[in-house]
């Protein structure tokens, strides 16, 4: 049996209840109740939006007091500060924070409490051994309270903020060929804004390396936070290079500081900009002289000779008188020239032919002579680091008024040359100018920017709360007064109200206002008039019909006058 359904023609098809939500929410927002709620309703909204944006404003913000601390000193810390009413809270890595105005106030609180209180290290490791440990542990543990130690005699240079060390100490063996040095790698965090000096890192090195036995300094090897390499080989090429560049620098900012304490009492603070570029000699050179005197002076002889006389016979016989006896009297040389010359002691003279005169007796002679010459030695050596070349350049702010003259210039440029140590045949340059500057800072002499004062963001978050609670005043409090004082207004100027609020008033009085305040909620019509029940609800009607309608009550106003008529 099949069932039909039959729709009345008065029936109105429903919706479904949430087909248009806008039109809903629209609906209930034009009720009369929901409509004078609105100020109510908009004034609490601003009020917890305020609210909201004051809470989130005046809290600064926060940073971390310690990175990796353990619970226990965790909760030391947030004790001791909740003691010292120090606001703090915990980060998202379980970090205790506080507010950066209290951050160095509550370091030195921590620190005078010596907290936090760290896990134990260094050699208090070694009390906490358990027994039958192996040796291999046992080592490791030796290992890593060295290395804890090293790091906490680091950590107390000030520009070090924390440091880990990692030694590699080889086993020791009795083979002597087998034996490996050991080294050291050393990791730095330095203080936020420092750097470490050439003379720390050394420093660090010599500590490292004079606490472990038989480890030299250049197997220690240093690293900053930013993965810088702060140590290098002393015989290294790179570290040559880095020693030539140091020099380098070095001279030339001497030039540079001597160039500025001459010219800022002459021109004044921030009036000038130099750079100079030095040419340094690296090359390092040794010579050696050796330097002879003519004439000699004799310092030993040696040698022997033998006799030449061939007619006298061998030396023989017995010693006595006849071989002590003087040899005989030699014979004369007769001269080339044919001269002849008497024979001592009235002998004949003998002519002979003219030669050297030689000795009789020496036949050969063998002598070695060694002689003492005037000798010299000289040995010149030229270290590295003397200046071959300097270049200065001085660029100095023209006056506002006037312009400096060519004389001036040559003064300024005599006195630079004579405080840098000019030299003409190095060929140095010594160059200064005058021209108007751009308006740039001159390096170093600027000062920080005013937003990046400490006191900007404490003005900006109370600047931030005062205007929140200057909208809250503009846009809720003062709308709200504003409507409150019409509504008194309002019912101070209507005598319906007046009567409704005095409980003596004319009866008749109260039912005109009875009447109107019932017809209140919907327009006054003619019908309403010709219905009114007595002369006092007629007259509260007309009332509410002026109210309402003033130009047509106007209008009829105007008819009556002209016609003299009650219409």
């Known amino acids: 049996m099949a069932t039909q359904i039959i729709t009345s023609p008065g029936a109105v098809p429903t919706e479904p209840r949430f087909a248009n939500p806008l039109k809903q929410v629209t609906g209930f927002m034009t009720q009369p109740a929901v409509k004078r709620s609105l100020p109510l309703i908009f004034l609490v909204g601003l009020i917890a939006a305020a609210a909201l944006a004051w809470a989130t404003l005046r809290t600064p913000p926060q940073k971390a007091l310690f990175a990796g601390l353990a619970d226990a000193d965790k909760a030391a810390v947030v004790q001791a500060l909740d003691t010292a009413n120090i606001d703090n809270g915990t980060d998202g890595s379980g970090n205790v924070t506080v507010a950066e105005d209290d951050y160095h106030k509550a370091r030195m609180l921590l620190a005078g409490q010596d907290l936090p209180k760290a896990a134990p290290g260094g050699y208090a490791l070694l009390d906490q051994l358990p027994m039958g440990i192996s040796r291999v542990v046992e080592g490791e543990r030796v290992k890593q309270a060295r290395e804890t130690e090293i790091a906490r005699s680091i950590q107390e240079i000030d520009v070090v903020a924390e440091a880990r060390v990692h030694l590699a100490t080889p086993e020791s063996t009795v083979f002597v060929r087998d034996q490996a040095a050991p080294t050291a790698s050393v990791v730095l965090k330095l203080q936020p804004g420092r750097v470490l000096s050439d003379a720390q890192t050394r420093s660090i090195v010599n500590l490292v390396a004079a606490s472990v036995p038989g480890m030299k300094p250049d197997a220690v090897t240093i690293v900053d936070q930013m993965g810088t390499l702060l140590s290098n080989p002393s015989d290294g090429t790179d570290g040559a290079a880095d020693k030539r560049i140091a020099m380098q620098r070095q001279v030339e900012d001497k030039v540079k500081a001597q160039v500025a304490q001459l010219l800022t009492p002459l021109v004044g603070a921030g009036n000038f900009t130099a750079e100079v570029q030095a040419d340094i000699n690296f090359d390092e050179t040794q ?58 002691n009235g002998a004949p003279g003998q002519t002979t032919p003219a030669g050297p005169v030689t000795d009789a ?3 050969s002679d063998s002598f070695a002579r060694a002689y003492d010459l005037g000798r010299e030695v000289s040995v010149t050596r030229n270290a590295p680091g003397s200046v071959r070349r300097l270049s200065v350049a001085v660029l100095l702010r023209e006056p506002e008024k006037g312009r400096r003259t060519a004389m001036e210039i040559q003064q300024i440029t005599g006195l630079v040359q004579a405080a840098v140590g000019y030299n003409a045949e190095r060929q140095d340059q010594v160059q200064v100018i005058s021209k108007k500057f751009t308006g740039a800072a001159i390096e170093g002499t600027a000062a920080p920017a005013w937003y990046q004062a400490d006191w900007v963001p404490m003005v900006l978050r109370n600047a931030t709360a005062l205007i929140i609670a200057l909208l809250v005043l503009f846009l809720g409090v003062r709308p709200m007064a504003k409507a409150l004082m019409k509504k008194r207004d309002d019912a101070a100027g209507d005598p319906a109200k007046l009567a409704f609020a005095d409980p003596n008033a004319d009866p008749a009085a109260l039912a005109a206002a009875q009447a109107e305040a019932a017809k209140g909620g919907q327009p006054v019509s003619i019908e309403m008039l010709d219905s009114a029940r007595n002369y006092d609800e007629r007259v509260g009607l007309v009332r509410g019909f002026t109210r309402e309608n003033p130009t047509r009550a106007a209008l009829a106003v105007r008819d009556m006058i002209k016609t003299g008529e009650p219409q």
């Open 287 to 344: 010579a050696t002289r050796e330097s002879y005197e003519k004439q000699g002076t004799l310092r030993a002889e040696q040698g022997a000779w033998t006799g030449n006389q061939p007619n006298a016979g061998a030396p023989g016989g017995i010693p006595g008188a006849l071989s002590n006896q003087a040899p005989a009297a030699s014979t004369l040389t007769t001269p080339a020239n044919g001269a002849t010359q008497p024979p001592p």
């Open 361 to 363: 007796m020496k036949q």
